[in-house]
């Protein structure tokens, strides 16, 4: 069995987000498995975005739970937590819906990047990765006491930030682009550099919001590449949403399809692949024709 179903990092369960009438999530579940990549796909207006609204802190749903368990076999634990009225216990599980989205990223470690690049355009490409270990930096600094005064503490945090930045940027090759301004970079590079800063914040769950959106053939290969190195040699699980279809069968262990705001199909890459709902879906055919596209497509 796959890490999604034996040892899930994130749990959604019956996940609902209503604005007004408009049922735009509707008693979702589903999980993402502990160190491997998860594509949420789905037709323009399944409903994707809203989900990671809510896994982030954006939105609170309005029904649902969604528990992020940090260690292995946490989510056992997710009735207790739920029962203590708490978000957490221990520091093992977080049910997301009860925390604020700063303490959602700060203390259940999620990362996300959005559909528009957001970065500092004014900022070089270095700063960009040290302003995202912003916390970290003031508390080796003591709120700017020991950073005043040259304390060990906050030079050795500082000697720790720029190697982590300087890392992601080797990563992501942009290493020989640390001085100049984020604004500055072509659109791909601008896209690795939302990924690495992510990553300085030291998440758990990577969230990516169409990644590879406006990337050429070349570009999205590197992602791919970028994305498989974060999970193997960092053990980060990423739950991204893609249009781009090669990029998602291609590097996913797990696929969520959703339409109108339900889940139609839930499984490997091979079994989203041939589901007949989910070719319907994507080719706007109407629910009574499903029958005809399960005969042509021999399931």
């Known amino acids: 069995m796959s890490a999604w179903e034996t040892d899930p990092l994130l749990y959604v369960e019956r996940l609902t987000m209503r604005f007004g009438g408009l049922v ?4 979702l579940t589903f999980s993402v498995g502990r160190g491997e990549i998860t594509a949420l796909i789905g037709p323009n207006g399944a ?43 221990d520091g093992k599980l977080y049910l997301l819906e009860r925390m604020p989205d700063y303490e959602i990223a700060k203390h259940a470690r999620v ?17 960009n990765l040290l302003v995202a270990q912003h916390n970290r930096l003031m508390s080796a600094s ?25 890392y992601w940027l080797e990563r992501v090759g942009l290493i ?3 001085d100049d301004a984020a604004g500055d970079l072509p659109y791909g590079a601008q896209r690795r550099l939302e990924i690495a800063r992510a990553m300085c914040t030291d998440p758990v769950l990577l969230c990516l919001d169409e990644p590879a959106a406006g990337l050429n053939p070349r570009e999205s290969a590197e992602l791919n590449d970028l994305l498989r ?10 739950l991204l949403i893609e249009h781009d ?21 839930d499984g490997t890459a091979s079994m989203v692949r041939n589901d007949p709902k989910v070719i319907a879906a994507y080719l706007g055919v109407e629910d009574e024709e499903v029958e005809a596209v399960e005969q042509e497509v021999g399931a």
């Open 176 to 178: 020989d682009r640390a």
């Open 229 to 238: 190195y974060i999970c193997r040699e960092h053990k980060i699980s990423v």
């Open 47 to 89: 409903g994707k975005t809203t989900v990671f609204n809510c896994i982030t802190g954006f939105y609170k749903p309005t029904e649902g739970r969604i528990a992020m368990a940090l260690e292995p076999g946490a989510v056992s634990t997710v009735e207790e937590v739920t029962a203590s009225g708490k978000t957490t216990v």
């Open 111 to 127: 990362a996300r990047t959005f559909q528009n690049v957001r970065l500092f355009g004014g900022m070089t490409v270095l700063e």
């Open 142 to 166: 003591s709120f700017t006491i020991g950073g005043l005064l040259g304390l060990p503490s906050y030079r050795a945090g500082i000697r720790t930030a720029m190697e982590k930045a300087t």
């Open 24 to 27: 735009a999530v509707n008693a």
């Open 245 to 265: 279809m090669g990029v998602v069968m291609e590097i996913s262990d797990h696929i969520i399809v959703l339409d109108y705001g339900q889940k139609i199909s």
